[in-house]
C-alpha cells in the first residue's frame, strides 16, 4: 500500500501546480510554524515552559494561560505564500487562516494543520505504552480512527503519531509514549494506527494523515537520557528500530518526522542515508519527512553544521522536505537555490511529495471545517466514551495477586490513599491536549461511580509528605486499603527521563505503614515507564499496574478492582529489578557468558539476574495451564500448536505468544523474538487447542548491509504466557 497516496489525476494536477510556483511559493510549502507568542503574560515564556516541564504548574494551569497569550498568527506570510503548514489546534482560527491561505494566495494551496494528537484528542485513551498492553490490532486501529474523528472535526489534518520509537530504557520519559520494546508488537501497532487515523482510502473528511516518528532510534538515547547521543550496529537497527517505521510505511502513512539524535554521528535532520537512501529509495516512501521542532537548529549544537544556512542546506539535500519551526529553510533556501547548491528538482521532489498529501487529504476541495462539525464533539458520544473505558480496563496489567485478594467484594469498605487517587486531570498521561478536565474520571471517583464505600485520605502525595493521621483515619473505617502510588504526568514524556525510576518521595513509607495495620493492601500503580518496585513485589500482596489510562481511568480501574473485567493485560515492556539493570528488554542478542551463579558470567554482583517483571507477562483472576506444545513445518510456514485450559473459577482472556531463537546464525541473534501472538477467551473448565502459525520468510534478520538472510539451521520455538514463561521445542529448517 505503499502507492496510498498516488492517485494519478491528483499526481497531474500536482505537476501542473509545481509548474505554476514560484521558488519562493516552493519554500513556503516546505516551511511549517507556529503562531507566535508575542506576550500576554506576565512571565517570560521559556520560564513558563520551565515551570510546566518542572510541575510548578499543571497543564490546566497552562492551557488556561495559554488562552490568554497574544498570538502573531503570521497572516502576512500565509497570503504571500511562504508557509505551507500551522501547528495549530484552533479550528476558528485554522479557518480564518485558511481562508487567507486559500482566498488570498496567489495560488490558493491550502494549509495543513498540524498538532499531537498521540493517544486521543478529546476522548484521551490509555498513554501508548498502556494501550500497547492489550496485543490487540483492531483496538489499536479503533482508538486512532476515533481521535482522527475528533481531531478533523477540530480542523486538525495530521497527527504527529505514531510514535514508534522502540524503547528498551525504563529511565527515558517517551517511553511513555510509544508501544514499548519489542519490534513485532511495535509494528502490529504501527500498521493499525496509520490504518486507524487514516482510512482505507485517501479523501475521507473525518481521517487525517498519519506521522510515523521519529525516524530514527531515538529509543536509544544513551542511558535513558532524552536527546542524548545514540550508538548502534546498523543491523540492530534493521532488525529492531526499523520494522514499525516499515510496517507504517507498508500501511500507506502519509509522513514521517526525523529525530532529534544522530545516527552513525550524523543528526538525523540531515542523514541523507536514513532520509534518501533508506526511507524513500529502499522502503519506497512516498510521502513527505517533516523535522522534528526546531531540529534543523539543533544540527549546529550537534556541531554538525557551522550555521542555521549549512543547516538548511544540508537538510535539504539530505531529503528532509519540511521544516518544523526552525525558520531555516524559509531564510536560507531561496539563496542556497540561486547559487547552485540545491538543485531545484529536490525542492520540486519535496513540495510534489506535499502536495500530495494535501490533495490526497481532500484539503483543495475541502478546505474548511463547518461550525456544525466544529462543536460535533463538544459532547464526548457514549460510543467514545465507552471505548475509552473498554481500553482502558484491557491496558490495566495485574502484576501480583497473592491470596486471591482481588476482586473485592462490592460489601468492602475502601480507605483509599495517595494523591493521585484523587487528581483527574492526572488520569491522561504526556501528550494529552485536547481533552477537558471535566470529562476525566478519577480513581476516587470511579470507585464511588461503582457504589463503594470510599474513606479517602490523600496520606502521601507524589512529591508531598506521607501523614500517618491521614492513613490511620482511612485505614480505620475500612476493611481494605487501595493506595494509589506513582508517577506524576510530568515525570514522564518528553524532556521528561529519571535516572531513579523508584516511586517517588515517601509513597513506599507509606505502603509500609498501610501494611501496618493489618489491612490488605491494594496497590494500584499510575505511572507512564515501568517502576523499579522490587520491594513491593517482595511486600504489597496485590500489584495493580494501571499506567495512566486516560479518560476513563476510574471506571477502568473500578471494573477491574471488582471483577467487572477480568484483568488481562501483557507486559508492553520489561519491569528491572533495579535501575541499574535498565535497559533491560527481553530480547537481547545472545552473549557468550549468559548469565547465571557462577562468577564469569554475565551478571551484576549486586542486583539479580531476572527482571522484575518480564516483557508479556500479566495475571488473571483465573489460571491457564499450557500443555502439548507441537511444532511442524511446511514449505513456508512453522506451525505450533499448543493446549490450554482455564485452571480456575473465572471466565478470562489470554494473550498466547510465540517466539524464536534462531540458535547459530551469521550474526548473533537474539535469546528470543516475538514472532505471533493471539488471543483467546476461555470459561472456566474450558480447553482448547491454539495455533500460531509464523511464515519461515519472518524467521530471517537482516545483516549489517540490510540483506536479509534466511539462514537454514536449528530454531527453538517458544508458546507461552509471556516472555519468560514458555513451552519449548526445537526445530530444524531449511529455508
Ligand atoms: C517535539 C516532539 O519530539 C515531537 O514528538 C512533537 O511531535 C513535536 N515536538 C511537535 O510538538
Known amino acids: ?168 530504557d525504563a529511565r527515558w520519559g517517551r517511553i511513555a509514549e510509544s508501544p514499548g520494546e519489542d519490534p513485532f508488537l511495535a509494528s502490529v501497532y504501527a500498521r493499525a494506527k496509520v490504518r486507524g487515523l487514516q482510512g482505507n482510502a485517501p479523501g475521507a473528511d473525518d481521517h487525517v494523515a498519519a506521522c510515523l516518528k521519529h525516524y530514527i532510534a531515538y529509543g536509544a538515547a544513551e542511558s535513558g537520557q532524552d536527546y542524548n547521543t545514540v550508538s548502534m550496529a546498523d543491523s540492530l537497527l534493521y532488525n529492531v528500530y526499523l520494522p514499525p517505521f516499515q510496517s507504517g510505511v507498508a500501511a500507506g502513512a502519509a509522513t514521517v518526522m526525523s529525530a532529534f539524535n544522530d545516527y552513525n554521528g550524523v543528526p538525523c535532520t540531515i542523514n541523507e542515508f536514513l532520509l534518501r537512501d533508506l526511507l524513500k529509495e529502499r522502503l519506497g516512501f512516498a510521502g513527505f519527512v517533516v523535522s522534528d521542532a526546531n531540529s534543523i537548529d539543533d544540527c549546529i549544537r550537534h556541531g554538525s553544521t557551522a550555521d542555521l544556512e549549512e543547516a538548511a542546506l544540508k537538510s535539504c539535500l539530505a531529503g528532509l522536505d519540511m521544516d518544523m519551526n526552525s525558520h531555516a529553510y524559509s531564510t536560507y533556501l531561496k539563496k542556497l537555490v540561486e547559487q547552485g547548491d540545491i538543485p531545484s528538482e529536490l525542492l520540486d521532489d519535496a513540495v510534489r511529495r506535499i502536495l500530495r498529501i494535501k490533495m490526497g487529504l481532500g484539503l483543495f ?29 484491557r491496558s490495566i496489567v495485574l502484576l501480583k495477586n497473592e491470596d486471591n485478594i482481588l476482586p473485592i467484594d462490592q460489601s468492602r469498605r475502601v480507605a483509599l490513599i495517595g494523591e493521585l487517587a484523587d487528581l483527574p486531570e492526572e488520569v491522561v498521561g504526556s501528550w494529552a491536549m485536547g481533552f477537558n478536565v ?9 470507585l464511588l ?55 517517588p518521595g515517601q509513597q513506599e513509607t507509606m505502603l509500609k505503614a498501610a501494611l501496618k495495620t493489618g489491612k490488605p493492601v491494594i496497590a494500584v500503580l499510575m505511572n507512564g515507564r515501568p517502576l523499579a518496585i522490587p520491594w513491593l513485589k517482595d ?34 515492556c520489561t519491569f528491572p529489578a533495579q535501575v541499574g539493570q535498565c535497559p533491560r528488554y527481553y530480547n537481547h542478542p ?46 513456508d510456514q512453522v506451525l505450533a500448536s499448543v493446549e490450554i485450559s482455564n485452571t480456575g473459577k473465572y471466565a478470562g482472556e489470554e494473550t498466547v505468544q510465540l517466539y524464536i531463537q534462531d540458535i547459530t546464525a551469521s550474526l ?48 527453538n520455538i517458544y508458546v507461552g504466557t509471556n516472555s519468560r514463561d514458555c513451552l519449548q521445542e526445537r526445530i530444524d529448517i531449511a529455508f
Open 1 to 168: 500500500m505503499t502507492n496510498f497516496w498516488l492517485i494519478p489525476d491528483n499526481e497531474k494536477r500536482i505537476d501542473d501546480l509545481i509548474d505554476k510556483m514560484t521558488l519562493e511559493e516552493k519554500i513556503g510549502q516546505m516551511t511549517q510554524l507556529s503562531p507566535s507568542i508575542v506576550g500576554g503574560f506576565d512571565l517570560p515564556f521559556p520560564e513558563l515552559i520551565e515551570m510546566l516541564t518542572e510541575g510548578r504548574i499543571g497543564q490546566e494551569e497552562f492551557k488556561k494561560i495559554m488562552q490568554n497569550a497574544e498570538m502573531d498568527y503570521r497572516e502576512d506570510q500565509i497570503r504571500a505564500g511562504k508557509i505551507g503548514s500551522f501547528l495549530l489546534n484552533n479550528p476558528t482560527k485554522a479557518n480564518e487562516l485558511q481562508r487567507i491561505a486559500v482566498e488570498e494566495s496567489r495560488l490558493g494551496i491550502p494549509l495543513i494543520f498540524g498538532f499531537d494528537v498521540i493517544h486521543g484528542f478529546k476522548t484521551v485513551f490509555p498513554i501508548p505504552l498502556a494501550e500497547a498492553c492489550i496485543w490487540d490490532e483492531d483496538i489499536f486501529a479503533q482508538t486512532a480512527r476515533i481521535s482522527a474523528r475528533e481531531a478533523r472535526s477540530h480542523n486538525i489534518h495530521w497527527a504527529f503519531s505514531p510514535m514508534l520509537d522502540v524503547s528498551r
Open 365 to 393: 476541495d475541502h478546505p474548511y471545517v463547518s461550525q456544525e462539525k466544529m462543536s460535533l464533539y463538544d459532547v464526548l458520544p457514549d460510543e467514545h466514551i465507552e471505548l475509552a473505558r473498554e481500553t482502558a480496563r
Open 438 to 446: 471535566t470529562d476525566c474520571v478519577s480513581i476516587r471517583q470511579g
Open 449 to 503: 461511580n461503582a457504589g463503594l464505600e470510599v474513606f479517602y485520605e490523600k496520606t502521601c502525595g507524589v512529591a508531598s509528605p506521607f501523614d500517618p493521621d491521614e492513613l490511620q483515619r482511612a485505614a480505620d473505617r475500612a476493611d481494605v486499603i487501595i493506595a494509589v502510588v506513582g508517577e506524576l504526568i510530568s515525570m514522564s514524556g518528553e524532556a521528561a527521563s529519571r535516572a531513579d525510576i523508584s516511586l
Open 539 to 572: 511486600h504489597v500482596p496485590v500489584i495493580v499496574e494501571a499506567w495512566q489510562l486516560g479518560i476513563q481511568m476510574g471506571n477502568a480501574v473500578a471494573d477491574v478492582l471488582l471483577g467487572d473485567y477480568n484483568p488481562s493485560g501483557k507486559l508492553s
Open 590 to 635: 545472545s552473549t557468550g557468558r549468559p548469565g547465571a551463579k557462577s562468577k564469569f558470567s554475565s551478571r551484576y554482583l549486586d542486583a539479580p539476574l531476572e527482571p522484575l517483571f518480564p516483557f508479556g507477562f500479566g495475571l488473571s483472576y483465573t489460571t491457564f495451564s499450557y500443555d502439548n506444545l507441537k511444532v511442524e513445518q511446511t514449505a
Open 668 to 715: 548473533v541473534r537474539p535469546v528470543k523474538e516475538l514472532k505471533a501472538f493471539t488471543k483467546i477467551l476461555l470459561q472456566p473448565g474450558q480447553r482448547t487447542t491454539v495455533s500460531l502459525a509464523v511464515p519461515k520468510a519472518h524467521m530471517g534478520f537482516y545483516n549489517n548491509t540490510m540483506d536479509h538472510r534466511l539462514e537454514d539451521g536449528a530454531f
